[in-house]
């Protein structure tokens, strides 16, 4: 018997079908304004039943991590304990508003002041602002910060940013976006930053580098603190892109290898689902020279109480009212919950998975950098002839996978990057393996299965530059 669900009929309306029993009207009848009725719109009929199945079926059309494995590099789609919903649930924190002030709103505040506290300490940074939406906007944050940090001090010729290759995507187009000219490092043999290059670029135009560490590579950059020197010696400041921070919590301190400035993803390590587009927060902490420029306001202490304030050269609001606070309940509850200790074991988690799965993808597929990896590893999918990076990870949905994010870093060809993130089992783990290993045989011995893929989807292989040109956003088409 076949058990699949029969595909989506999107068509259900049925004239005179309503959903609501509404009770006998009590007061004058009043006709809507006729300029409101739009006849044209033609509103589907529904009963109830069948719009709570429409949408169920609709959203089990889904990945999701509680249903799938989904190995998505840099994004760490890790599972996040259902109690951090639970505590942003409760409706002391669910229906506080920030226009009650701050006399009723100690609580919340001396959350988010206990939270900027305890990330402050996971970076070695001394001050932190949890205005930013996202990581991208940590970013812009940081990039301001530093830019008013230069002007400050009189020194307005400083408007370039060095990028090494290997950053992640947002770090180039967030300097471009805040005004900065980007110039790009190149990696050495290694995977790391080109030291001469770096040094060949740096004068004194230079505002800072920005550095994704562990970079998009899933490599520590071993030279860091040199970086950072040499970088500081030059009058920049040093951007550290932490967005990946599951890989290095609880193990190093990034303001101790030389990093001014990071924002980390509250919506990635710290316990926030996300890949939706929902909130996020992109958490930036500053070392001393650029606290007083952190955006605000953000929460502080004096005597007992607590309060909203803004840092002494602010670069000002990049959001209104105090951040996505549900995020921060979520991430308070997370850093609560694992401890000092077990922030240590969550990095750990994740770099031991990923190398793990990156040792038994090796026999299939080419690496591109072989040493040991941090929280991710870029693997290569040019296993047979005509055979694309495309054609597999559309194959890996046929076996229930999500596939891992493809074609980036850029400098990798047919780049498959993969991060399994610390809370998968052994078992996950090698059944994934097993998967990849098993279409790098049909990539040989049956091509055809890997270029028609997926084949039980919905939809089958789509045209993903029209689906981005020319959507179709309306379901009569
Ligand atoms: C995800 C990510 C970002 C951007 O974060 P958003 O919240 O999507 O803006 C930046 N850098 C790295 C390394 C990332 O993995």
Redesign the pocket.
Known sequence: MNLKPEPLAFELSSPGRVGVALPACDVPATPLPKAMLRAELKLPELDELTVVRHFTLLSQKNFSIDSQYYPLG???MKYNPKVNEQAAAQPGWRGTHPLVGDAYSQGAIELMYRLQRSLEKIGGFVASSLQP???????LAGVFMIRAYHVSRGDLKRTTMLIPDS?????PATCTMAGMNVVTIPSNAEGGVDLDQLKAHCNDTVAGIMI?NPS?LGLFERNMEKIAGIVHDCGGLVYG????MNAIAGIVRPADLGVDVM?Y?L??TFSTP?GGGGP?V?FVGAAPILAPFLPGPVAVEKGGSYAMAMPEKSIGRLKSFYGNFGVLVRAYTYVLMLGEEGMRRMSESAVLNANYLKVLVEKHYKVKFPRRCMHEFVAMGDVAEGIHTLDIAKRLIDYGFHPPTIYFPLIVPEAIMIEPTETESKETLDAFAAVMAKIAEEAKTHPELLHDAPHDTPVGRLDEVAAARCPVLCYRG
């Open positions: 840099s994004c760490t939406a996202a990581g991208a906007h940590g970013e950053a992640h995507g947002t770090n994704t998009t892109d932490g967005a990946n924002h993803n919506h990635k996300h996020g992109g």
